[in-house]
């Protein structure tokens, strides 16, 4: 290996945060190429849909060098072979993270010798999740300072019914 | 970044065992340079002397392209810098490592912006440890396939006394 | 702070359960008033309604001083700024618990300065959860002592259809 | 207790996988009689209806002594108590496992002073369980090596839509 | 498999707590022949000699049937081929707990095939440890309930310096 | 309960942390007298003495109302009930904290009815503690925004041998 890395950042990013931007960052120093990945189909009806979600991301990381945004459907270490990708990043919040981030990391180097490097989430993210940062928005809570300004804008919109 | 990364792979090495190697070899495959570098001082009484345990490292690396060993004393983080790494490689085995790994991994990026990069041990390693191995052996036990067969001689030899 | 706190305990409550009713009667002796919060909008449906579950929540703690039970919705920190509470109790069974739990307090702290101040379970209500006990008396089993009498009869009643 | 232990091992076993069979080995040489139970009711939608679990579980186990394959519904202790067994026994794979196997076990004593033993997978199956090797399954990947030839087999016809 | 099971549980028990008696209890009646294994040599300075554990391991099992006292060195599976069990039998408290005793016990697996069986403590001792034990007893504190009469009046005395 | 809560802040503070600051200013708002009790005997020998660790706890909380610097030998509970408290104030960093302290928290309760209120740590403090900021500065490292800054000198006079 010499040319340096292509990794793939996947997740459903529903949407993208403070918490996911600051792996992306971080990680986007040490690669050649980071591809965050954009899930086609969670298993839950997302709150963004995949075009939103994809232009979000878009959107935040634009100033971010060696970083691309595409999406995926099916197996994931088939689409990193697509991609060029023979590993993946992923973020680590918390040993409940851990325990099935684990079990997937061992499943995809089974499957397709994918491996995946894990960063942990800084301290001031350690508690952002999308999901949590959905279920406060939801409520007309103040998310800013934990999604980009952009996601905050889209976030009240979207639970105003705009 | 554009010619692949250098990272370190720290650790005590008392012995290097069949868990630290497979790390080695899955890590060596993606980056352009990996500095096994063995700490000098441990708290506790080590087994195999600083020498010995470089010494066994490279031994049993010796093969395995874009590797390196090496030993360090003081601040990981400055020892980084000094080899020009930004990043350093730990493996995981279990929740305990790693709420102990993910508070030293916040502590060096707060320090000196080193990243950590984590990978998950292989299943077939995830119950080895350099402790368990030496009790075992110091309890006569078979350590053959748990550590590499020159680790396995050596440290049949220091528990016999020669 | 010179007349004692006010404290919110929040939680479904579907049905209250005696490890509930543990944190209770150990809260309510070191704060000044204590208010049993029932949450309104559980995400799956409940076995009981809110107006069941508030009735039996203050059936339960009748005998209690210093608690009360109301009702919330909306966003748990804006309710306890409408009750004068700052802080929250929640009991702690498992690792599990204490994860989710941690990452909700760092939020709940951060959106308005709210304190959560968590106690453990007691020994032997540590292996109690509502749906556990659920679980248990859908199926004909005996969930007596894990439940107070007048919601083990409730229960009973529920499940034979009555 | 002179004659040998009568043991249960529940589950879903939908469908039976690599790691289910490995406990039914290794626990099926320290019992007189193990009865792998079905459980009727999961409370997802299976993959495999009640009777196909039931063939592929009986399948696979054929070979191995001591080792009936039966279903049931209902609480579990109860049907303990119909087939004469005091035990139950248990995989574990990682911490998340624990605390949920933990509640239950602290339950079933409570309820019937049934014993739960739990053995821990293998290494090689820590990473293992039928859900993750659905999502592979239905995803297309190769699941040869995670559950047994005939279970593989008929996996890809389920996910082909034969 | 047919005359019942022969079980090892292994400790050092400085001292036998309610805890250790609780699963000695639970196990004995399960198996046909439960050998309650003294280590002979603790890392740490223990507080009774091996004598002393054994004589209180002994008296305070000598009503529960099936049970028998000994000591051992050296290797414990090992040792357990020496006395005919394929079997080990260790309480869970807790999760530091599960991931050290998932490791030994895997360990135990690849060295000699013995299997151990995983009893999860009662609520009542879940937050009992002889260390723990103890050190409420060196501060002078009543440890009543946490251990049999026999063994509280001894460490009376040796806290008393008697 | 009408006059407000004395709550006690037990611990070693070799030497005072911001993580334990935060803790300090964060539940000092809520009880009418916190007491910061340094513990004479820590296991391991300190850093700083007693007096020095009294010194600094008492120099950097000197401007937070309610909170007053004690120290404390023996059994903790017994130290409550000489100065009137019924409640011991802990922070929770991590889930290997946690398990440790629920353990010592069940305890207390069941040794005088002393209850244990668990804080989470701010996220920004979750990777400091006392023995990895000794080791830091140790090493040469910088500690400050760690420990408050009188600490920070105090620790590199130490280190240097003043």
Request: hydrophobic share 45%; aromatic share 6%.
């Amino acid at each position: 290996m010499t040319d340096g890395l292509t990794a793939i950042y996947p997740g459903t990013f529903d949407p993208v945060t403070n918490g996911h931007l600051d792996i992306i960052e971080r990680a986007a120093r040490h690669v050649a190429r980071l591809v965050v990945a954009v899930s086609q189909n969670p298993s839950k009806t997302p709150l963004f849909s995949l075009e939103e979600r994809i232009a979000l991301a878009k959107e935040v990381t634009a100033s971010i060098e060696h970083v691309e945004v595409d999406s995926f459907d099916g197996l994931l270490v088939e689409y990193a072979g697509r991609k060029g990708a023979k590993v993946l990043i992923k973020g680590l919040r918390a040993v409940s993270d851990f325990e099935y981030e684990m079990q997937m990391a061992q499943m995809n180097v089974r499957l397709a010798e994918v491996e995946t490097l894990f960063m942990v989430a800084s301290p001031r993210h350690s508690f952002l999740s999308s999901s949590l940062v959905k279920e406060v928005a939801r409520l007309g809570g103040d998310v800013e300072g934990l999604v980009p300004p952009e996601v905050a804008r889209r976030m009240k919109e979207r639970f105003r019914g705009d």
